[in-house]
């Protein structure tokens, strides 16, 4: 069964009235989880597209680099999308019950997290409203100040690179320190690892990304120093 089954067949149990939102709190356990994963990013993509006012070309091909919806699966994945923009509720409730679901696990979250950012800078731009919306949403996901800023310096074109601020470890941390946070990083970039985090196989693809830059990150650390 595809996880696009799974999702329709998630999105047909609501009941009449019901705003997407309720989803989230039934989808709290592997491998349920790996659909309400996958409904959190469109859901908030949703979200954030109402945020800036607009939905570029762009940013749906994002997506669909992120996940593979085949067509007789896209009317599924454009229901879930509606439901958001059209849901009363706010980004910030639907954030909320996002973190409660994964109950705190902040490797999801900032999965997540990398995913709406690729979407967001798809376009070429970081428009000032999803700015305030990714900020806020890792505000209420709980994400620490110096692990959103290493995200957002991996995605935002903008952003002054910096890699320290990607490896998420100060400029005057011992070269030992940051040579541990790195091989971390990568560890936690295996395939395995997020697959057992609950991420669409799909979305593992953004790890490909991370680990480029990880490990571009440290190699340009590691040079200063021994200069």
Known sequence: MSIWTRISEALSALAKGEGLGAVFDR???????????????I??????????????RNEVAAFREIF????????????????????????????????????GNKGPICDLMEGLFYIAVADGQYHPDEAEFLERVAEIFEIPASQFRAIRSRFVPDAEP???????????APLAEI??????????SHP????????????VKLSEKRLIDINRAWEEISAQRAA
């Open 192 to 203: 395995d690892v997020m697959q057992a985090r609950g991420v669409p196989e799909e979305a």
């Open 68 to 103: 593979s919806i085949p067509p007789e699966d896209e009317a599924a994945a454009a229901r879930v999308f509606n439901l958001a923009r059209q849901d009363v509720a706010g980004f910030e409730e639907y954030a909320r019950r996002i973190r409660r679901m994964f109950d």
């Open 179 to 188: 040579r541990r946070q790195w091989r971390q990083l990568v560890r936690d």
């Open 162 to 172: 910096d890699p320290y601020a990607v490896l998420g470890v100060s400029h005057d």
């Open 27 to 41: 989808l709290r356990q592997p491998p349920e989880r790996t659909v309400a994963f996958t409904i959190a990013v």
């Open 43 to 56: 859901a908030l993509s949703a979200k954030m597209a109402k945020a800036d006012g607009r939905v570029t």
